[in-house]
T-cell receptor, first 113, second 114 residues
Framework: GENVEQHPSTLSVQEGDSAVIKCTYSDSASNYFPWYKQELGKGPQLIIDIRSNVGEKKDQRIAVTLNKTAKHFSLHITETQPEDSAVYFC????????????FGTGTRLAVRP | GAVVSQHPSRVICKSGTSVKIECRSL??????MFWYRQFPKQSLMLMATSNEGSKATYEQGVEKDKFLINHASLTLSTLTVTSAHPEDSSFYICSAVRVRETQYFGPGTRLLVL
């Protein structure tokens, strides 16, 4: 089955700096890669996703890049703010975007004011 | 749009009792819902896939007789933890799939078994 590795496990940045979280996946058939933000005691919230036919996608301060050859994808957050502090999960699935997801281990991001 | 609710948000029960958790898609119909379990500081672990009108598909290692899943309508799935024990204490999260879209997650239910 699919295996998703995520690094780093914790990340601390100064407010205004950029943060980058990286994930690698094992199944070359995976074609959908969402990123979720989870705040303490809440369910995950989709923040951005990318499909395998696209190399990069951006939404305001958030961007995701995908390298299919190397089987890795990354989340980039620019101009970080204290409210960006949370746990971020990457995930991968194959088939349609509604198929089951395999999650990474999570990255705890702390943005220092 | 794409709001998923869970009820209750937290529940405390005695060992040996059963607990039912509801997952509802409030503004869309969901043919598929997923149930996850999350321990503190860990990732989400898929427990089962629930399709409306059919039996749930359980992941390896998940006891189907202990975690009963019912998906009786396109907007409601329930997870019943039967004969709960302290090791079942966890954060249970559901998600619902809107056709041709991604999974939308509920806010989670924190279960504490004493």
């Amino acid at each position: 089955g699919e295996n998703v590795e995520q690094h780093p496990s914790t990340l601390s940045v100064q407010e205004g700096d950029s943060a980058v979280i990286k994930c690698t996946y094992s199944d070359s058939a995976s074609n959908y890669f969402p990123w979720y933000k989870q705040e303490l005691g809440k369910g995950p919230q989709l923040i951005i996703d990318i499909r395998s036919n696209v190399g990069e996608k951006k939404d305001q301060r958030i961007a995701v890049t995908l390298n299919k050859t190397a089987k890795h994808f990354s989340l980039h957050i620019t101009e970080t703010q204290p409210e960006d502090s949370a746990v971020y999960f990457c995930a991968a699935s194959w088939g349609s975007s509604g198929d089951k997801l395999t999650f990474g281990t999570g990255t705890r991001l702390a943005v220092r004011p | 749009g794409a709001v998923v609710s869970q009820h209750p948000s937290r529940v405390i029960c005695k060992s040996g009792t059963s607990v039912k958790i509801e997952c509802r898609s409030l503004d869309f119909q969901a043919t598929t819902m997923f149930w996850y379990r999350q321990f503190p500081k860990q990732s989400l672990m898929l427990m089962a896939t629930s399709n409306e009108g059919s039996k749930a598909t359980y992941e390896q290692g998940v006891e189907k007789d202990k975690f009963l899943i019912n998906h009786a309508s396109l907007t409601l799935s329930t997870l019943t933890v039967t004969s709960a024990h302290p090791e079942d204490s966890s954060f249970y999260i559901c998600s619902a799939v809107r056709v041709r879209e991604t999974q939308y997650f509920g806010p989670g239910t924190r279960l504490l078994v004493l």
